[in-house]
């Protein structure tokens, strides 16, 4: 298979160099610096174009050798959301052509865009460059519209529209699942022949099982508490509230859990979750579950390894994932997750064999999937047992040779 030499990665509103679990960083910011690394390994080398954040930042950054992070200045360096970046596409766009047009023609053999703006860059990039354009959308406005947690705000109709512009412009579509190649079709006409199902990936040697004991001591848990995860950006979207209801209501049906209690939140407000960043907590000390509750910022990897091998379930109750990247790491850890039957989670997880998928978003279904869980030790090591061989399926190197394929194919 003929390889491509260098490809012009583009995520306009967020960093690869970025801590996931805040802000707007997250599952893609993963996606980005795993598939970048790997691509290097295999004698690819990637540029990533994301637009600049701080005046402090230099122009290029090495993320690896062979992978250069770009920082490109479009408008404010802070006080923007997302919201505010299509104002800002034109002279993001201009940044990135300044720097191809540095370099004789056909510097970049291939253009990957992720999430709708950057598409909306690829597009054009596609047209002046005459190469291919391949496209992961990440998160889609209609699916999340469908799926909104009570009181947060819908996608903008511009967002939308955009998305459908890439979809048509895009030679090929990445969906991390079946369901999102499905949602592509039906809600955004895609040509089903340009539609590539290429499911994201875990580091296994990063996330693999380990001492609970161990990685308690390391946390500074007892020993013999009962520790439920939740990790990821704190916003109606992720659901945490789901969760700390769910507490709460096993403990009203089982008080004897209340002295061993603990649930990590690990995380940092994000989207409609900055307008109020104190709301969770304020919710557990109107739950009465304020002292149970440990607050604990985003971690790197390898300490994120630790809390997942630390509990003894991890929760994503979300109400939407394109695919569920906190679920499967969870796996490899050999914890299992119980999480909403939503979207990727329905691939990420095998209900039954690694973890729990729950209809809905009553806390009451949560309390009680989790309690059975608790109290069945024989059926949790199970799903633990079946937590880490799901997981050993979603590798960050099977995740790349498809994509290769994908590029080399165009």
Same mark, same amino acid.
């Given at each position: 298979m003929a390889l491509p030499r260098r490809v012009a990665t583009l995520s306009v509103h967020t960093s690869p160099l970025d801590q996931p679990g805040c802000g707007d960083a997250g599952g893609l910011n993963v996606y980005v610096t795993e598939v970048a690394k790997r /691509?290097?390994? #295999? $004698?690819?080398?990637?540029?990533? &174009?994301?637009?600049?954040?701080?005046?402090?930042?230099?122009?290029?950054?090495?993320?690896?050798? @062979? %992978? =250069?992070? #770009?920082?490109?200045?479009a408008g404010p360096f802070d006080g923007l959301d997302k919201n505010d970046l299509p104002a800002q596409l034109c002279a993001f766009t201009s940044g990135v052509m300044r720097e191809e047009a540095l370099h004789e023609p056909g510097?970049?053999?291939? %253009?990957? +865009?992720?999430?709708? =703006?950057? @598409?909306?860059? $690829?597009?054009?990039?596609?047209e002046r460059w005459g190469v291919p354009l391949v496209h992961s959308m990440h998160t889609m406005a209609k699916v999340k519209n469908a799926s909104l947690a009570e009181g947060d705000h819908p996608e903008p109709h511009l967002r939308a529209i955009g998305e459908a512009q890439v979809v048509a412009a895009a030679d090929r579509l990445i969906a991390s699942t079946a369901d999102e190649a499905a949602e592509l079709v039906e809600l955004y006409d895609a040509d089903p022949?340009? %539609?590539v199902t290429v499911a994201p990936g875990v580091d296994l040697e990063v996330f693999t099982p380990g001492d609970r004991a161990a990685a308690r001591a390391r946390l500074g848990l007892p020993v013999d508490a009962v520790v439920l995860l939740f990790v990821g950006r704190i916003q109606p979207l992720k659901a945490p509230d789901v969760l700390l209801r769910a507490v709460a209501e096993l403990l009203? +049906?089982?008080?004897a859990l209340r002295d061993r209690m603990i649930v990590a939140v690990v995380g940092g407000p994000s989207g409609s979750g900055l307008a109020e960043p104190e709301h969770l907590a304020k919710l557990a000390a109107v739950l009465g579950i304020a002292d149970l509750v440990n607050f604990e910022l985003p971690a790197p990897q390898p300490v994120l390894a630790d809390y997942y091998r630390a509990a003894d379930l991890t929760v994503v109750p979300s109400h939407t994932e394109s695919f569920g990247l906190v679920a499967v790491e969870s796996q490899?850890? $050999?914890?299992?997750?119980?999480?909403?039957r939503v979207g990727g989670l329905r691939t990420a997880i095998a209900d039954g064999r690694s973890g729990v998928l729950v209809d809905g978003h009553h806390p009451a279904d949560?309390?009680?999937?989790? @309690? #059975? /869980?608790?109290?069945?030790?024989? &059926?949790?090591?199970?799903?633990a047992d079946g937590a880490v061989d799901h997981a050993r399926g979603f590798g960050w190197p099977s995740t790349v040779e498809r994509l290769l394929e994908v590029y080399a194919a165009l």
């Open positions: /691509l290097a390994e #295999r $004698g690819v080398e990637t540029d990533i &174009f994301t637009r600049a954040t701080s005046s402090e930042a230099p122009p290029v950054v090495e993320l690896a050798p @062979g %992978v =250069l992070v #770009r920082y490109i200045t510097w970049y053999d291939v %253009v990957h +865009s992720h999430y709708w =703006l950057s @598409g909306q860059v $690829g597009w054009l990039a596609k022949e340009r %539609v009203e +049906s089982d008080p490899a850890c $050999g914890t299992p997750v119980v999480a909403a949560y309390a009680a999937a989790i @309690g #059975r /869980l608790l109290h069945d030790d024989s &059926f949790r090591r199970s799903l």
